[in-house]
């Protein structure tokens, strides 16, 4: 199924749920030696600023690389990339949480509104958009590593950069068989490429143990019901377009992974787990809880004011009921680690409260 008239917002939405994809995340690496964090940038150790990582005391691996990518492609380092460059938004949130600044990163200011799960240091270079990033900007980064999404080596990007003897890692960016599994081991490529598996490793075993926490406070919650559906939208002329995400989404796994059942039963997209609706079918599920992206997108008029002024809006269970809830603004649903921990957090709070 194509995505491609599923958003007219692409800045709210990873590149590739404009096709539809499917890919297995396959790993291969090898490196054993390691070096302190704090080496010097002589010693092409990774650098961070953020202030997550100001008592990060892991290590960085200073041997040689090897690592397949979801293309199936093998990238092979002399040592871990330390000049890398981004071209989607949950590779971004990915090095910041592993303690590495990217070089340089596509649309670093929508970035900084759709994804607060790590900041991005200001002085940070921006290499255009995510969908058409400028492959000059980018070599004018002198990176090491490009990290793309892309299910495909014949994307025009990476051919232009193999022209160039740039390394590549292509990531399919979603997988709607385990979308959470999919999330980790992303965020442990990615970790195995920059030489952070260390820091991987903790960023991790936080997340697991998140997941642990939440999952109690649901249960003493004793909720009247754990059925529930997320959803975004945008405003399409003068109706309101809802977008789902079904199963096999990273959001709605993250709702189950809390015991709660996601009741969206409509078709998505194998890889995202995203539906498409409109007011009338979303209030077929009008008895269980809503739950919706709560960031104010700055290049489309405010979907959910229009929303409220719909009758059938008015009349569906859940809003009778005063059981919708906004996800706090910046939540990427899109992202890794560090952003499925603030979606957890954002489920228990509003279930709770």
Not at 4 to 22: C, D, E, G, K, M
Not at 273 to 294: H, V
Request: glycine letters at 8%.
């Amino acid at each position: 199924m194509s995505l491609s008239t599923l958003s007219p917002t692409p800045r709210r939405t990873p590149v590739l749920v404009f096709a539809a994809v499917s890919a297995t995340c396959a790993l291969a690496l090898s490196a054993c030696g390691t070096t302190a964090t704090d080496a010097s940038a002589e010693d092409g150790a990774a650098k961070s600023t953020s202030e997550a990582c100001a008592d990060d005391s892991g290590t960085t691996s200073a041997d040689p690389v090897s690592v397949k990518d979801d293309t199936g492609h093998t990238i092979e380092l002399d040592k871990p990339a330390s000049t890398v460059v981004s071209l989607e938004w949950q590779y971004t949130e990915d090095l910041l949480s592993l303690c590495v600044d990217p070089a340089a990163v596509a649309d670093a200011k929508g970035f900084t509104t759709w994804d607060t799960a790590e900041k991005l240091p200001e002085d940070t270079a921006d290499v255009g958009t995510r969908q058409e990033p400028n492959v000059e900007s980018i070599l004018s980064a002198n990176p090491d590593l490009v990290i793309i999404e892309s299910t495909s080596r014949d994307d025009k990007i990476i051919k232009a950069l193999d022209k160039q003897d740039i390394p590549v890692m292509a990531m399919t960016g979603a997988d709607g068989e385990d979308p959470i599994a999919y999330m980790k081991d992303t965020f442990s490529t990615v970790a195995e490429a920059t030489g952070r598996s260390e820091r991987a490793d903790t960023v991790l075993a936080d997340f697991d143990a998140k997941v642990e926490e939440s999952k109690k406070a649901i249960v003493s919650a004793d909720l009247e019901t754990k059925d529930f559906v997320y959803f975004d939208g945008w405003v399409n002329g003068s109706n309101v377009a809802l977008r789902p995400f079904g199963q096999g989404s990273l959001l709605g796994e993250l709702g189950e992974e809390l015991g709660l059942k996601n009741v969206w039963t409509g078709d998505v997209d194998p890889a995202y787990g995203l539906g498409q609706t409109d007011i009338e079918g979303i209030s077929k599920a009008g008895d269980a809880n809503f739950f919706y992206t709560g960031t104010d997108d700055p290049e489309s008029e405010d979907y959910v004011e229009l929303l409220k002024k719909n009758d059938i809006w008015s009349n569906i269970l859940a809003v009778k009921d005063d059981r919708t809830y906004a996800f706090p603004s910046g939540i990427w649903t899109f992202g890794g680690p560090k952003s499925s921990e603030q979606a957890l957090d954002a489920y228990v709070e509003a279930l709770t409260k």
